[in-house]
């Protein structure tokens, strides 16, 4: 589902400076001509973008890469981590990608003045978020970065596999096999993940809708029980770490309906070796939109589609934010009657909120309970919007 929104307030500070063609940092880009400008939509206008309507119609590998021609874009990496004697790492490490404008025809290549095109000027813009939860030791480290996608500085490519933002890297290494990388000065990964098994497409065939309104979908498929291994450093404390990690990849030109204030979304992997998504889409008048969904993988790949009814989401603890004032759920009952399952789940870290372009909370989480009478636990990761704020029309 997820996380289309929290882009934006960053890349409307910063749209007018990249279509223009100037980095952020310097005046060297030539400016655009006054009747290409006029060209381009007004902010929020979806006009000339491409929208997410067919079932069926994601491949591979040319889905792994960008889709320019869609408003908003993110490849999305989460994953539960720990050392061989058991100490607990959480992580989270996505790059977006946001359209300033459709393309706009005449501007790559005409002369403006006596210069060419600026290498600088682009129409997309990419942002980063990178997270690492240390549960031992109490403490959430979250960062941000953005850059346009231009001049090598930040882009995504299908085949081979690769999406970068400077030297936050998501790079394919062999087939089925991804590195992921990024620093801060506080905190570093370097995670090496190798595929269990093939994507599960969500919604129908890929097809995932948020709003009644045509069009307000995405595509959105999921990678998950990926095997995970490599370091990560806290400090000038390196740790090797084992563990699980999920991958989102999502595009769509779409916005939360009216009435529509946030989404709560979990991602847990199963100890049976499978899988459990659901996302709920909050509205203002306590109701969840009808098109609310979830995917249920079992061990073997087999995907079961669940619709709003499918299952009951309680939430059985709040927290509250020091910084933002948000109130969270902080414990939660989950159960989806068709399969037989019932877990009961808490953060593994209270404070996993990221203040950075927009406020949100995501974090590690783990659950236990029952599958067909069975014990199962689970980790994963859940993101919370729109409690710190209302995310209501959010692009």
Do not use: C
Request: no cysteine; hydrophobic share 40%.
């Amino acid at each position: 589902m997820k996380r289309a929104w929290v882009v934006v307030i960053v890349m409307g500070l910063i749209s007018i400076a990249l279509i223009v063609g100037r980095p952020l940092w310097a005046g060297d880009g030539a400016d655009v001509p006054a009747a290409a400008l006029q060209a381009l939509p007004p902010a929020g206008s979806v006009e000339g973008f491409a929208r997410a309507t067919q079932p069926d119609a994601i491949e591979f590998p040319r889905d792994f890469g960008p889709h320019d021609d869609y408003q908003t874009e993110w490849w999305y990496y989460t994953g539960n981590l720990a050392t061989a004697d058991g100490r607990p790492f959480g992580f989270q490490f996505t790059i977006f990608r946001r359209a300033l404008a459709p393309e706009v025809k005449g501007v790559e290549t005409e002369s403006l003045g006596e210069s060419p095109v600026s290498r600088w000027r682009t129409e997309q813009v990419y942002l980063a978020h990178f997270t690492i939860s240390d549960i031992e030791g109490g403490n959430f480290y979250p960062a941000e970065r953005f850059s346009r996608g231009a001049a090598g500085l930040a882009g995504a490519q299908a085949d081979p596999y690769r999406v970068w933002l400077e030297d936050w890297t998501i790079e394919q290494i062999a087939p089925g096999q991804v590195r992921l990388r990024a620093r801060t000065e506080a905190v570093a990964l370097d995670l090496t993940l190798n595929e269990t098994l093939p994507p599960v497409l969500h919604g129908d065939g890929g097809l995932s809708m948020k709003g009644p309104e045509p069009g307000n979908a995405s595509y959105y498929y999921s990678i998950v029980q990926q095997q995970a291994a490599g370091t990560v450093t806290v400090g000038a404390e390196s740790f090797d770490v084992g563990g699980l990690a999920w991958k989102d990849h999502e595009w769509s030109t779409s916005a939360l309906s009216d009435g529509a204030i946030g989404w709560d979304w979990f991602s847990l992997q199963l100890d049976n070796g499978g899988a459990l998504m659901l996302f709920e889409i909050r509205r203002a008048d306590g109701t969840r939109e009808a098109t609310s969904a979830g995917s249920y993988i079992a061990p073997d790949g087999t995907v079961t589609h669940l619709a709003l009814g499918d299952w009951t989401l309680e939430t059985t603890d709040t927290w509250t934010s020091p910084t933002s004032g948000g109130e969270y759920p902080a414990g939660w009952r989950i159960a989806v009657p068709s399969i037989g399952l019932e877990l009961a789940g808490r953060p593994l870290l209270a404070d996993q909120e990221l203040n950075l372009s927009t406020v949100y909370w995501e974090g590690a989480v783990e659950f236990g309970g029952t599958l067909d009478g069975m014990p199962i636990n689970a980790r994963g990761y859940i993101e919370m919007t729109g409690y710190a704020g209302s995310m209501e029309g959010r692009l």
